[in-house]
Nanobody, 121 residues
Framework: QVQLVESGGGLVQPGGSLRLSCATS????????MGWYRQAPGKGRELVAS???????NYADSVKGRFAISRDNAKIMMYLRMHSLKPEDTAVYYCYADSLVNAEGATRRHWGQGTQVIVSI
């Protein structure tokens, strides 16, 4: 099992910045990919950014150049630095981790509880 706890959300003005954190515990060594999703009111969950063990990153087009994902080598902490925030970035942000469950490469996704980000005047 992998446990994830997000923090760092809050209210910020348009153009401002926030840093979200995701603390992991449990079977960390089994994790191969981690990332962030978000869900705005009345909308589906959207992938924001992800990072593989190789270091390769992937970003939604809507956040490229404004958000940056990072994590420490031990995969204990993951971060999402958000700059030039817009009202449309308002959402609940969830961190996730995919862990390997067998030698065939099957994975299991684990979720945090979410942290609210509100971008408003």
């Amino acid at each position: 099992q992998v446990q994830l706890v997000e923090s760092g959300g809050g209210l910020v003005q348009p153009g401002g910045s926030l840093r979200l954190s995701c603390a992991t515990s449990g079977e960390i060594s089994s994790i191969n990919t981690m990332g962030w999703y978000r869900q705005a009111p009345g909308k589906g969950r959207e992938l924001v950014a992800s990072m593989a063990n190789s270091g390769n990153t992937n970003y939604a087009d809507s956040v490229k150049g404004r958000f940056a994902i990072s994590r420490d080598n031990a995969k204990i902490m993951m971060y999402l630095r958000m700059h030039s925030l817009k009202p449309e970035d308002t959402a609940v942000y969830y961190c996730y981790a995919d862990s390997l469950v067998n030698a065939e490469g099957a994975t299991r996704r684990h979720w945090g509880q979410g942290t609210q980000v509100i971008v408003s005047i």
